[in-house]
């Protein structure tokens, strides 16, 4: 038997930084480590371990790299609202049996000070938005801009990795920009474009959290998109160490 084939092998699936740090932790042993990225960021910055690239091609398809890679524990890390490939790597787990994980940064809560509006949905946030202001900054990721494409009279502001694909709002200003941000970056960014609206997924972290301080400190309301929930029944944890004290109490599944 190879030493690979020896070891306990995790599949983390990445595109986030607790997945990147959970790679950093693992890389002392003794697993074997593969963490998955889907190929949205163009030149992303990549975990220590082995790394693949790409989808799977749904449950199934996941499921199948799960067996053929003898992978004895997925710990799903993408960002909170990655929610399909979630509902995939449920479904991967149920058809293989291998235990699985759900890492999930633990959401934000307003501050006092702070004037935030909850929304369900992109869409949602679509529909409510012109009731708040007409120059927004638009933090919600490049992926969902179509759901903003209809608002004619609103201007945006976009910041991504990646120029964004259409469909798009009319309107748009696109800042190339790769993070993290300070506080003085999101104070001095919101002042210069006159932002009177900032909308945002309600990721957690610390490494985007910069922008809603600026927003409290200048008085622009937030609007929120709340995160969809984790499959049912998926064991969740919220920080790396935890994750790591899940794969050490899972051992000999
Ligand atoms: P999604 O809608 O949940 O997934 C769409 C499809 O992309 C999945 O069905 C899967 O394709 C593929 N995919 C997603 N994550 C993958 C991964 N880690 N490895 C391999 N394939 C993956 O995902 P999304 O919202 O487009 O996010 C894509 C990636 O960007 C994720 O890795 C996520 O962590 C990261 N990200 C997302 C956001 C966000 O706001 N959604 C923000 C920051 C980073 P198959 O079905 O073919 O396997």
Redesign the pocket.
């Known amino acids: 038997m190879s030493a690979d084939a020896a070891r306990p092998h995790v599949l983390i699936?990445?595109?986030?930084t607790e997945a990147r740090r959970l790679a950093e932790a693992l890389a002392a042993g003794p697993y074997r480590v593969t963490t998955?990225?889907?190929g949205?960021v163009a030149s992303p910055v990549l975990p220590p371990g082995e790394t693949r690239i790409?989808?799977?091609?749904?449950a199934e398809?996941?499921a199948a790299w799960i067996t053929g890679h003898r992978v004895t524990h997925l710990i799903d890390a993408?960002?909170p609202?990655?929610?399909?490939?979630?509902f995939?790597a449920a479904g991967a787990a149920a058809l293989t049996g291998v235990p699985l994980l759900a890492l999930r940064r633990p959401g934000w809560v307003p501050e006092p000070g702070d004037d935030w509006t909850f929304a369900d949905s992109l869409a949602e946030a679509a529909a409510v938005l012109p009731g708040l202001g007409g120059r927004v900054f638009l933090s919600t990721?490049r992926?969902g801009l179509h759901t903003f494409a209809h608002l004619t009279d609103t201007w945006f502001l976009v910041r991504s990795v990646d120029r964004p694909d259409a469909p798009v709002p009319p309107r748009l200003e696109v800042v190339l920009a790769r993070g993290p941000f300070t506080p003085a970056d999101e104070r001095e960014l919101l002042a210069r474009h006159r932002i009177d609206v900032l909308v945002t997924?309600d990721s957690g972290g610390s490494a985007t959290a910069p922008k809603l301080t600026a927003a409290r400190e200048a008085g622009i309301p937030v609007l929120v998109v709340r995160r969809p929930p984790v499959p049912e029944g998926v064991q969740e944890a919220d920080c790396v160490q935890c994750s790591q004290h899940w794969l050490q109490g899972s051992r000999l599944h």
Not at 81 to 86: G, K, L, N, P, T
């Open positions: 699936l990445g595109g986030t998955s990225l889907a949205r790409g989808g799977f091609g749904g398809g996941l993408t960002h609202f990655a929610e399909r490939m979630s995939n990721g992926m997924k």
